[in-house]
């Protein structure tokens, strides 16, 4: 079916009558795709012509891969291979707008985990909260604009850490957005597949 064919047919995931299977997961804290930041590529013109909503998407939609995806044994290096090949720009502008699109207490339990992640890596918090600002290092008290600054040093300087905390808080990934959670996803289709060909 040509692209131009199918362009009438297009409607976005909020409108699918079937629903989004994101609305169907339990306990996963996954927002469907009508709430994702960067939208529906079904939705946009141009570049994503012809592209069908992520309900219709045979594959689903990568926060539901994402949910599953964190599980596998892989997963915190594919996502430290991917989180250390991004743009800084590029990841601190997607951590601000996942951090604040998280509620407080997320927020809070987000940048304990990470914060436990970096001092099991030996990084001294305090000797830090000068390079990010002079902000709290305190999680009660960093709020998303120093979360935010937190995981853009530490995806500079210790991508593991970051990827240890994505892994334990499924729902601060999918806010990071479709584009990043399927870049962890290729990441870790592509170990699965090199370990098969092994």
């Known amino acids: ?28 804290n996954i927002a469907p795709a009508s709430q994702d930041p960067y939208g529906d590529p079904a939705d946009q013109q141009g570049e994503y ?20 995806a964190v599980n596998h044994p892989a997963f915190a290096d594919a996502a430290e291979e991917h989180f250390s090949q991004m743009p800084p720009e ?42 990010l600002g002079g902000g709290s290092v305190d999680p009660q008290r960093m709020g998303p604009q120093g979360l935010g600054s937190l995981l853009g040093w530490a995806q500079q300087n210790h991508p593991g850490a970051v ?3 994505a892994q334990s808080h499924p729902s601060f990934l999918q806010n990071l957005g479709g584009p990043i959670v399927g870049g962890i996803l290729d990441k870790l289709a592509g170990r699965f597949m090199g370990q098969r060909a092994a």
């Not at 047919?9 to 079937?18: F, Q, T, V």
């Not at 012509?49 to 599953?68: R, T, V």
């Not at 707008?97 to 990084?123: D, F, H, K, N």
């Open 90 to 131: 590029q990841f601190q502008q997607s951590a601000q707008q996942a951090a604040y699109q998280m509620p407080p207490q997320q927020q809070q339990s987000l940048a304990s985990t990470l914060m436990g992640a970096l001092q099991g890596r030996g990084v001294n918090m305090g000797q830090i909260a000068s390079q």
């Open 1 to 28: 079916m040509m692209a131009q064919d199918f362009q009438p047919e297009i409607r976005p995931a909020s409108e699918d009558p079937l629903g989004d299977p994101a609305d169907q997961e339990q306990d996963q």
């Open 163 to 165: 990827a240890e905390a």
């Open 49 to 68: 012509q012809g592209a069908q909503p992520a309900s219709m998407d045979a594959y689903g939609d990568p926060a539901d891969q994402a949910a599953q």
